[in-house]
């Protein structure tokens, strides 16, 4: 009888830092339960993904504007609620910092590490003009025929 | 041996452009899988299924208001981040068309063609005053009764 | 033959009085259809379970400023959409007392009648400085492990 492991996907379409860090959350606590994970980020999600320091590509200025205006990487989201004109982040953070409580870089790296695999929607990279020197290592890329594949097999879905 | 078909169901409560965009891009990708599809469409989800021109209908004066202050149809609707009063959608739209990506309607009327179940919620349409005549031909009226029905049975169900 | 009940899991992580409500409607119905229902509330959505009078408890003054400006209870909690500085939540409890429709308090009592499984996060309940004397009675306390336990057995699962 095979052994065969359970499924977890979580698409990561918001670009709010916590909301991502739910999503990063669910995603450790799963595999630690030895499901394979998969996070498929798309949309506003990709930011989460995106290297801190500019990095010199060609595009046109439609996608320039959009690359200036959304965050640079996971430590520059903003909050879904309270951000206050960025307060809100800094507020959070310091009190995670006090309760010894994973950033979202670190639960990245967590996830990373174990072997959570992070999907960036090619789709959606095309549309905002992000390109992959500009997104984090470790990353897969691949559409939404790839998510239905492994949603269709997991057992928790979730839409973040 | 029975050959059932898989189930993916959405609901779509976000009345955001770049949600239902998401929603449906994966209900269309999970119908191209044959699976079938339901989006439920309830709260602000219920706007992308307003038809665009106003209708008369008989309403209350708080439900004129609902209907004056949403917005009518998918053509209408606003992003759930970087709108900047109706800019982001139209530079949004704008890298769409340039990359030949489907629009928000295009999206719809493919979904229909494609056999997707759209359902409004009737609880919703009651509370805020939207009437059958307001709303695009094809679709389904029901309750989150009905919705839990298809969604017990299927594999992947999301909420947007 | 065992007859085991089918499952449903609602992570709760939104704050806002509709999406709230759709948690607890879907809840409620699927408790209805005999489901064990659990929903777990994490982030803003824990602000649902706080009672509405201040509870005097020792707190650092981060936490004491999180706790003033969350949202006291569910009677308290904003739209996600046409918030409009506190008007649109009256004009929604308006016409949902015009059509009859239960309340955000009212379809929680009702959740919990119904045996459905109520859970706050207690990893947010740290950050934000929530102590269980602040919250609603009849709550489980647990973590993200517990939630996975639920959503591993459970047909729908989902993320609001």
């Given at each position: 009888m095979e052994n065969k492991k359970e499924k977890t996907t979580i698409v990561l379409f918001s670009g709010d830092y916590d909301k991502a860090m739910a999503a990063f959350i669910i995603a450790n606590g799963a595999a630690a339960y030895d499901h394979e994970v998969t996070i498929f980020a798309t949309f506003w999600g990709l930011n989460a993904f995106r290297k801190e320091q500019p990095i010199l590509v060609k595009k046109g200025w439609l996608e320039k504007m959009f690359g200036w205006m959304m965050?640079?990487?996971?430590?520059?989201l903003s909050l879904s609620k309270m951000n206050f004109m960025g307060m809100g982040p800094k507020m959070i953070k310091h009190v995670m910092k006090k309760h010894n409580a994973l950033t979202l870089p670190q639960l990245m790296e967590m996830a990373q590490e174990q072997g959570v695999k992070l999907v960036a929607c090619t789709m959606t990279m095309d549309l905002l003009g992000?390109?992959?020197?500009e997104l984090i290592d470790g990353l897969e890329y691949a559409g939404v025929a790839a998510y239905l594949g492994d949603a269709t097999d997991a057992k928790v879905n979730l839409f973040i």
């Open positions: 965050p640079r990487g996971a430590e520059k992000l390109q992959k020197e």
